[in-house]
């Protein structure tokens, strides 16, 4: 396991990561940072928990859209990768919720 830093919505966090998650992790960081930063763009929102709900339900949709697709078993990889990236994001943002 090893530390990386990620920039979310000018946000800086502090993530740990196995090593073959690692760049993974970082595009899932780069996806969700572009996706929020959509969000905002878009809606003029400034509440970052409303940012962050936006971003998780369109990227949510877009999940379930390529579930219902046909797409075999690099659908099936890729959704597996999503729910692990986001785990990981979860539980991570969780435990830095407890330093401030």
Same mark, same amino acid.
Do not use: D, M
């Given at each position: 396991m090893e530390q990386i830093d990620v920039r979310i919505l000018d946000k800086d966090y502090r %993530? *740990?990561?196995?090593a073959d998650e690692k760049a993974r992790l970082l595009e899932a960081a780069a996806l969700v940072d572009q996706k929020m930063r959509l969000v905002r763009d878009e809606s003029r929102v400034t509440q970052l928990d409303r940012i962050a709900v936006g971003a998780a339900l369109q990227l949510a949709e877009? %999940? *379930?859209s390529a579930r219902q697709s046909p797409g075999g078993p690099a659908a099936v990889e890729?959704?597996?990768r999503v729910r692990v990236m986001s785990d990981a994001i979860e539980a991570e943002l969780k435990r830095q919720d407890t330093l401030f």
């Open positions: %993530l *740990i990561v196995g877009e %999940l *379930i890729s959704t597996r």
